[in-house]
């Protein structure tokens, strides 16, 4: 009998996997899942590489009509390469199935059958990606995750990429309109059929407007890197104390504060899109870079140019307050959703059952290299929890147990022309975010994006109605969820609806047409009605409610002639199969 010492040696080292192998070989012991699915890893991991390996472990689990066994198998299927060793794996799984199909088909057959997984399969996953792939999945897999996990672990798989092989922003550099324009023309090799217009008029943005900040994120940046960590909101900075306003400071870029005008006013220096390098800021606007600093200390410490005296030569650091989001982009599925990741008072139980106390908690996401119906798998940096990106909510790993649902947040996807003419205090995502990435127009993911079939397996499907890739607008409210095929929305322009005991208006407005497609379409925002029923207004940018009275369309609302406001209803496109995928139970408008 083998120790169990040398057992978990074999799931910790990849380096000792064939020496596994050897110490195994002759030693089947099917009872033992564990060790039989180290063998299992050795023995694909050695075959796949041409080396010379005994492949009896597929047989005496062939044998063993062992159904826990399928998962693992399916999940080396994968990574069987050569045709014999594919052929091995196929046959064992048709063995315990009674089925008879290739790996992407068993794959989807896997998930719609929820098959059940062997105990340490959670060891086995994390293991067998971290042999064929990268160490870092093994901090998703660790054992015990299963006992919690919300999903069937069968169902994550491979995307393509080590972890973080995506790199997601981290609050990255915005900058203004008119020094994007001169970015598009230093950065030369982005420019597409000698355009070299950044952001190009007809280009799609996600457009983010929270707490009156403005931002544009290019879909042609955000498909090279899926995903943005961001801090909204901004304060103003005016030429001197009590003085005009000559621009807003946006979070959470430091600052350095270098002096004071009496007790309510900052002198200041830092870089800011269409910010002058220096300015005044009221003081209540400013956090400090020393969370446990006060107003009263920092005020002690910066000169009173009141007074005559010198600004500091180095200040003390502060930056503007804001709203911490984060928005998952699954390419794939054609979904941008903007979340809010402030997480009031978290605690979680770990796997080794203590209460972890983490208090108030901003999460900061990476992408994880997995996925799960073709649907992007992130992960939170704080405690290597594997999330759903486009349910927002835990998947597997310390916070699966929790509860938690990400709140979404309004975003839409427009032409930057449009974008630019309603927000003319915009900034934009600057071309230099640190990457080497070709950020040309249509450059990444062009052919997926313009083709119908799917690149990754996804079971849950229905096409009676919908096809695959055709874009909806997606809502989820009170439980309730609900999807709005674009081809019948743009039509109508201005839909009452209600989904779950909220009571809506949509309005749709379809973007410039262009030579290639990106998920988009239509600009699309929802707001409460409360029972109200709209139709067009006077302009594109008004509606009319049956009671007589003109409303505003803005980012944040719907606002009256007399002063009420309706607030904006977190949404977002998707394909069709991305968001039927997990919800399968939506309502779809007009059918």
């Given at each position: 009998?083998?120790?169990?010492?040398?057992?978990?040696?074999?799931?910790?080292?990849?380096?000792?996997?064939?020496a596994?192998?050897?110490?195994?070989?002759?030693?089947?012991?099917?009872?033992?899942?564990?060790?039989?699915?180290?063998?299992?890893?050795?023995?694909?991991?050695?075959?796949?590489?041409?080396?010379?390996?005994?492949?009896?472990?597929?047989?005496?689990i062939?044998?063993?009509?062992?159904?826990?066994?399928?998962?693992?198998?399916?999940?080396?299927a994968?990574?069987a390469?050569?045709?014999?060793?594919?052929?091995?794996?196929?046959?064992?799984?048709?063995?315990?199935?009674?089925?008879?199909?290739?790996?992407?088909?068993?794959?989807?057959?896997?998930?719609?059958?929820?098959?059940a997984?062997?105990?340490?399969?959670?060891?086995?996953?994390?293991?067998?990606?971290?042999?064929?792939?990268?160490?870092?999945?093994?901090?998703?897999?660790?054992?015990?995750?299963?006992?919690?996990?919300?999903?069937?672990?069968?169902?994550?798989?491979?995307?393509?990429?080590?972890?973080?092989?995506?790199?997601?922003?981290?609050?990255?550099?915005?900058?203004?309109?008119?020094?994007a324009?001169?970015?598009g023309?230093?950065?030369?090799?982005?420019?597409?059929?000698?355009?070299?217009?950044?952001?190009?008029?007809?280009e799609?943005?996600?457009?983010?407007?929270?707490?009156?900040?403005?931002?544009?994120?290019?879909?042609?940046?955000?498909?090279?890197?899926?995903?943005?960590?961001?801090?909204?909101?901004?304060?103003?900075?005016?030429?001197?104390?009590?003085?005009?306003?000559?621009?807003?400071?946006?979070?959470?870029?430091?600052?350095?504060?270098?002096?004071?005008?009496?007790?309510?006013?900052?002198?200041?220096?830092?870089?800011?899109?269409?910010?002058?390098?220096?300015?005044?800021?009221?003081?209540?606007?400013?956090?400090?870079?020393?969370?446990?600093?006060?107003?009263?200390?920092?005020?002690?410490?910066?000169?009173?140019?009141?007074?005559?005296?010198?600004?500091?030569?180095?200040?003390?650091?502060?930056?503007?307050?804001?709203?911490?989001?984060?928005?998952?982009?699954?390419?794939?599925?054609?979904?941008?959703?903007?979340?809010?990741?402030?997480?009031?008072?978290?605690?979680?139980?770990?796997l080794?059952?203590?209460?972890?106390?983490?208090?108030?908690?901003?999460?900061?996401?990476?992408?994880?290299?997995?996925?799960?119906?073709?649907n992007?798998?992130?992960?939170?940096r704080?405690?290597?929890?594997?999330?759903?990106?486009?349910?927002?909510?835990?998947?597997?790993?310390?916070l699966a147990?929790?509860?938690?649902?990400?709140?979404?947040?309004?975003?839409?996807?427009?032409?930057?022309?449009?974008?630019?003419?309603?927000?003319?205090?915009?900034?934009?995502?600057?071309?230099?975010?640190?990457?080497?990435?070709?950020?040309?127009?249509?450059?990444?993911?062009?052919?997926?994006f313009?083709?119908?079939?799917?690149?990754?397996?996804?079971?849950?499907?229905?096409?009676?109605?919908?096809?695959n890739?055709?874009?909806?607008?997606?809502?989820?409210?009170?439980?309730?969820?609900?999807?709005?095929?674009?081809?019948?929305?743009?039509?109508?322009?201005?839909?009452?609806?209600?989904?779950?005991?909220?009571?809506?208006?949509?309005?749709?407005?379809?973007?410039?047409?262009?030579?290639?497609?990106?998920?988009?379409?239509?600009?699309?925002?929802?707001?409460?009605?409360?029972?109200?029923?709209?139709?067009?207004?006077?302009?594109?940018?008004?509606?009319?409610?049956?009671?007589?009275?003109?409303?505003?369309?803005?980012?944040?609302?719907?606002?009256?002639?007399?002063?009420?406001?309706?607030?904006?209803?977190?949404?977002?496109?998707?394909?069709?199969?991305?968001?039927?995928?997990?919800?399968?139970?939506?309502?779809?408008?007009?059918?």
């Amino acid at each position: 009998m083998i120790r169990r010492g040398f057992i978990r040696l074999c799931l910790v080292s990849t380096l000792v996997i064939s020496a596994c192998a050897s110490a195994m070989a002759l030693d089947f012991d099917t009872g033992n899942h564990r060790k039989t699915m180290i063998q299992l890893v050795a023995a694909t991991y050695d075959s796949a590489r041409g080396r010379e390996t005994s492949l009896g472990v597929y047989d005496a689990i062939a044998a063993s009509g062992d159904p826990l066994y399928i998962a693992p198998l399916i999940d080396t299927a994968y990574f069987a390469r050569n045709a014999t060793l594919s052929q091995r794996v196929l046959d064992a799984l048709n063995r315990l199935t009674g089925e008879e199909h290739g790996w992407r088909e068993y794959f989807e057959w896997a998930g719609r059958n929820d098959i059940a997984l062997p105990p340490y399969y959670d060891e086995f996953k994390g293991q067998l990606l971290a042999t064929f792939v990268d160490p870092e999945f093994q901090r998703f897999f660790q054992p015990g995750v299963l006992q919690t996990a919300t999903i069937n672990m069968v169902e994550p798989v491979w995307g393509g990429v080590v972890v973080d092989g995506i790199p997601s922003l981290v609050n990255a550099t915005q900058i203004s309109p008119s020094d994007a324009r001169d970015e598009g023309y230093q950065f030369v090799d982005f420019c597409r059929d000698d355009d070299c217009s950044y952001p190009a008029d007809d280009e799609l943005v996600f457009g983010v407007s929270l707490d009156g900040d403005s931002r544009a994120y290019p879909l042609r940046l955000l498909n090279w890197h899926e995903m943005f960590n961001d801090v909204i909101g901004s304060a103003p900075v005016y030429d001197r104390p009590d003085g005009e306003q000559v621009c807003n400071f946006r979070a959470p870029t430091p600052f350095s504060a270098l002096g004071r005008s009496g007790d309510d006013w900052v002198m200041i220096s830092g870089r800011s899109a269409a910010c002058p390098r220096e300015g005044w800021m009221a003081a209540d606007d400013i956090e400090w870079s020393d969370a446990a600093a006060t107003w009263e200390e920092v005020r002690e410490r910066l000169p009173d140019t009141d007074a005559g005296e010198d600004s500091l030569a180095d200040g003390i650091e502060g930056r503007v307050p804001g709203r911490p989001v984060m928005l998952a982009y699954c390419t794939l599925c054609g979904a941008g959703v903007l979340y809010d990741v402030t997480i009031p008072s978290l605690s979680y139980t770990d796997l080794a059952g203590d209460v972890v106390q983490l208090g108030d908690t901003v999460l900061e996401f990476g992408s994880s290299g997995l996925l799960m119906r073709s649907n992007k798998l992130m992960y939170d940096r704080n405690t290597d929890t594997v999330w759903n990106a486009i349910t927002g909510t835990p998947a597997f790993g310390p916070l699966a147990a929790s509860g938690l649902a990400l709140d979404v947040l309004p975003v839409v996807v427009t032409d930057w022309a449009s974008w630019l003419e309603q927000h003319p205090d915009t900034s934009v995502l600057s071309l230099n975010t640190g990457f080497r990435r070709n950020y040309s127009n249509g450059a990444a993911y062009s052919d997926y994006f313009n083709s119908s079939d799917l690149m990754f397996p996804s079971w849950q499907q229905d096409t009676a109605m919908i096809e695959n890739k055709d874009m909806v607008f997606a809502l989820r409210l009170q439980g309730q969820a609900k999807a709005y095929p674009l081809e019948s929305i743009i039509p109508e322009r201005i839909i009452n609806d209600r989904v779950g005991s909220t009571d809506l208006v949509i309005v749709a407005d379809a973007t410039p047409e262009r030579d290639f497609f990106e998920p988009g379409g239509a600009v699309v925002r929802a707001y409460e009605s409360r029972g109200m029923i709209f139709s067009a207004g006077a302009d594109a940018k008004t509606l009319l409610s049956d009671d007589g009275r003109s409303w505003t369309l803005t980012e944040a609302a719907l606002i009256s002639e007399d002063g009420e406001t309706l607030p904006r209803v977190g949404g977002h496109l998707a394909f069709w199969f991305g968001w039927f995928g997990f919800y399968p139970d939506t309502e779809v408008y007009g059918a």
